[in-house]
């Protein structure tokens, strides 16, 4: 269990969305401000459609009862959409082959951690299996759009670095972001407080002030 519990906070945002910059950054760098923000506007999209499937369920009880559906896994497209990338451009000074096989164990991973949302029970089967494809088009879009293109990178040490240390540094933190996304849905659907799981399966709406 703990071995799941480790492998499962690298998906966190805390982790997952400061990586997400600094490959931006590193793109901006080595290859060109297209190329940056071609992985911002994919990623954001990503992002968006998450938070939006979460808070239409947590305002407005939006789901899926018969499939336990609450919203897209954030873990699962987070891990799927940034660490293939990561991986990618971690191996960037090297060969095609060698980056494109960066790339599938990035996304190999990636999976692992989405299955660690299914057995540690903090999503349905049906939030990863929706939640994961998100990121994986995202990332996959975004390094098949990168094909012709080269990164050049002077200093790997320092790409390598600045790419673990969130991995590190940040791992085992737990990001506020589903309370934020709970509260402004709350407020925004002038509820006293947030649809749940269980609200769902039960077949109720949450308590009145």
Known sequence: MQGMVFITNFGDSSVMLPCALIIALWLWIGASRRAALLWLVLFGTACLSVAVSKMAFFGWGVGIRAYDFTGFSGHSMLACSVIPVL???????????????????????????????????????????????????????????????????????????????????????????????????????????PYTRAHQRAGVKPLSD
Do not use: Y
């Open 87 to 193: 991986f990618w451009l971690l191996a960037s000074r090297t060969r095609a082959a060698v980056r494109g096989g960066a790339a599938l164990a990035g996304a190999l991973f990636a999976l692992v951690i989405s299955a660690t949302r299914i057995k540690l029970g903090f999503h349905s089967i049906s939030e990863v299996v929706t939640g994961a494809p998100i990121g994986l088009v995202t990332s996959g879009s975004f390094l098949w759009l990168m094909r012709a293109q080269s990164v050049q990178l002077r200093s790997s040490l320092a790409v390598m670095a600045s790419l673990v240390a969130p991995l590190l540094v940040l791992h085992g933190l737990n990001a506020p972001t589903q309370h934020l996304m709970e509260d402004l849905a709350t407020k925004l659907s002038s509820g006293a407080s």
